[in-house]
């Protein structure tokens, strides 16, 4: 099959099944989405909200943050994944952020990934939501979803298969497209038990033609 022909097949059935699906990330700022961007590095979404939610209840503003002692950041997400690095960033980001950016998040991908912990996922994570900056952003569940429908190789890096879905999906579509990959792995194509039985893609995809 070609391969607008399968680019055709995928965007039909995302449409159908996800016609309308977003961020997970609850946030009130566009600092609090940066940084809950940031912590849900290798962390669910829940677990991420369940963190953020309170805190930025508890402290809200850049100035009340960054009153806080490293020992107090890390004791609010401490049951996040790599906790203390991410405690070292969250201090990091808010600290940059009034010192360099006059407490605005900033629009512009190199400053934002000037900023600590902020990465290409990251940034791209932050420019499409707030900026509506078209994006590809690449987490797990976009790079799995994407090798099993073979729109990228199985040894392509993140950047690498960042770069074909770019190449491959109108610019226009590619904020929606993030979120409903993102949807479709996280609930449909999951890493284990996929709903394959269920699935209209068994046709185009490799994990399921192998088996
Ligand atoms: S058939 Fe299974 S592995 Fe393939 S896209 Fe559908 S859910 Fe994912």
Redesign the pocket.
Same mark, same amino acid.
Request: charged share 15%; hydrophobic share 20%; aromatic share 8%.
């Given at each position: 099959m070609k391969l607008e022909d399968k680019i055709v097949i995928i965007q039909k059935y995302f449409d159908e099944i996800l016609p309308d699906v977003g961020c997970e990330l609850t946030y009130k700022s566009d600092y609090g989405f940066l940084i809950s961007v940031m912590l849900s590095a290798q962390c669910t979404d829940k677990k991420v909200n369940k963190v953020t939610e309170p805190f930025f209840e508890k402290y809200k503003s850049l100035e009340e943050i960054n009153a806080l002692s490293l020992e107090e950041v890390e004791e609010s997400i401490k049951s996040l994944g790599l906790y203390k690095n991410k405690a070292k960033n969250l201090k990091g980001i808010v600290h940059e952020l009034s010192t360099r950016f006059n407490g605005k998040v900033p629009s512009d991908k190199n400053e934002l990934m000037s900023l600590p912990g902020v990465g290409n996922k990251t940034a791209n994570v932050v420019l499409a939501e707030l900026f509506k900056i078209p994006e590809f952003p690449v987490d797990t569940h976009v790079n799995r979803?994407s090798k099993?429908?073979g729109l990228a190789k199985e040894s392509d890096d993140v950047l690498t298969v960042e770069n074909k879905l770019k190449k491959e999906f109108e610019k226009e579509n590619w904020i929606k497209l993030h979120h409903q990959f993102i949807h479709f792995g996280r609930y449909? %194509?999951k890493a284990i038990s996929?709903? %394959?039985k269920t %699935?209209k893609?068994?046709g185009i %995809?490799s994990?399921?033609l192998q088996n």
């Open positions: 979803v099993r429908l449909y %194509c996929p709903s %394959c %699935c893609l068994q %995809c994990k399921t």
